[in-house]
């Protein structure tokens, strides 16, 4: 997997694997974030893979698109810490097996540059009707976020979890802010990203392909460039007591949010205390909490690496909060006394090895697996990191379960339950 400088701040790794037919593409630039940006870096992805000047409507751009053997084009953003990535992928059959010799890659890469240097606008602005469109389905989205009601606990705990940090503010950003938003300062937002944002790009491809790096280094080459690289790594600072807030909805279910906070945890033990924790089948969470005593719906556990932080979101009756929350914590008193098996370690192994071996079986899996190696800082494979996984001890695990906080909870209660509790 060869990298190099395309120029400045502007990284390019090309992987080779003979088994796909088809080409990968993907351009990530890395921003910082704040609560002013982070509805335009929401807008963006829809925007610049709408239309362009070249192909100044959705229309013209799914026609190019569906004449190039139906390639795609696509975006979407992702937060990282405190800072977040915008990713455009472009995905086309390989020019080796077109039906008619057509270079197909050529026209891909044509397209992709021209959308992200030459978007679809005119005096500084973005052109309608594409940027008011695209804007409504922000402004819909962020309306929509709130009928899911496990995703909105998760907010307001990561909301808590990271006060005054970055980390808080949610993927699509706050509705005033989104509201606000002009053609033109989504325009300069995008431009100075240009200018600024650390770009890494990755191609997939069956065998080299040395124009597309060519071809990448002209396109952005005439850019004046002041790249400015984000920390991803932002672990949060630990609360001096533990932050309890509630709000009641109508929910069917009420929504218990605790988070934990860390120092420093090894990638490879880290993956090991996740996974007995609440990732494998039998995990400590999911066996204790709603098999054995029945005390949730459901029991999930997510990790944010970067900001040093578990999640652990359960859906529970509002009247077991307290016995979830001991509950909850004495799975973590386990995990420290190393009151595990010897089976549920090798488990979490497996999942691994599986989910490595699994990420290698498409284009876009593969590509993302070397972007995250790169963007965590950690040049190991999978198989090193499976093999780092193997000499993780019962003492590794429960020492880093001991640096376990616990930090916030939020619960988000049921109203219809409220108000039984009122009449009793």
Not at 129 to 153: G, H, M, T, W
Not at 243 to 260: A, C, D, F, N, W
Not at 347 to 358: E, H, N
Request: one cysteine or more; hydrophobic letters at 45%.
């Amino acid at each position: 997997m060869p990298e190099t400088m395309l120029g400045n701040g502007i990284r390019y790794t090309e992987i080779h694997d003979p088994k796909f037919r088809s080409c990968l593409l993907t351009l990530q630039f890395h921003i910082p974030r704040d609560r002013i940006s982070a509805p335009v870096h929401a807008l963006l992805p829809d925007i610049l893979t709408a239309s362009s000047a070249e192909f100044p409507s959705v229309n013209a751009m799914t026609l190019q698109l569906e004449s190039l053997y139906a390639a795609d084009f696509i975006a979407k953003l992702s937060l990282c810490g405190d800072a977040a990535v915008i990713d455009f992928t472009a995905s086309w059959l390989d020019d080796a097996y077109t039906l008619n010799g057509e270079q197909i890659t050529e026209s891909v890469l044509q397209l992709v540059t021209g959308a992200l240097l030459h978007p679809n606008a005119e005096n500084g602005a973005f052109c309608d009707p594409v940027f008011r469109i695209c804007k409504q389905n922000l402004l819909d989205d962020i309306d929509c976020e709130q009928n899911d009601k496990r995703s909105y606990a998760l907010r307001q705990a990561a909301a808590l979890t990271f006060s005054g940090e970055p980390a808080a503010i949610p993927a699509h950003g706050f509705r005033p802010e989104a509201e606000q938003i002009t053609a033109a300062q989504a325009y300069a937002v995008w431009q100075n990203i240009l200018r600024t944002a650390f770009i890494e790009i990755a191609a997939v491809t069956p065998a080299p392909k040395p124009q597309i790096a060519a071809l990448l280094q002209v396109r952005f080459g005439s850019l004046n460039r002041q790249p400015v690289q984000v920390r991803f790594e932002a672990p949060s600072p630990i609360q001096p007591e533990i932050r309890i807030e509630s709000e009641i909805m109508p929910v069917g279910q009420t929504k218990l949010v605790l988070t934990y906070k860390y120092e420093n945890i090894r990638r490879e033990v880290m993956l090991m205390l996740c996974s007995i924790l609440g990732w494998i089948a039998d995990s400590l969470l999911f066996t204790n909490l709603r098999e054995r005593c029945g005390l949730c719906y459901y029991c999930l556990l997510s990790h944010a690496a970067f900001k040093h932080t578990l999640f652990i979101d359960i859906g529970i009756d509002a009247a077991n909060t307290d016995a979830v929350r001991k509950a909850v914590a004495a799975q973590i008193h386990a995990l420290q006394a190393g009151d595990f098996t010897d089976d549920m370690m090798q488990k979490a192994i497996l999942r691994y090895a599986f989910q490595a071996a699994a990420a290698s079986d498409t284009i876009s899996d593969l590509a993302m697996q070397q972007m995250l190696r790169l963007r965590r800082g950690d040049p190991r494979s999978p198989q090193e990191i499976t093999d780092a996984m193997q000499k993780v001890t019962r003492a590794d695990i429960a020492e880093a379960a001991k640096q376990l906080q616990p930090d916030t909870v939020f619960v988000l209660r049921a109203e219809q339950e409220e108000a039984e509790a009122d009449d009793i």
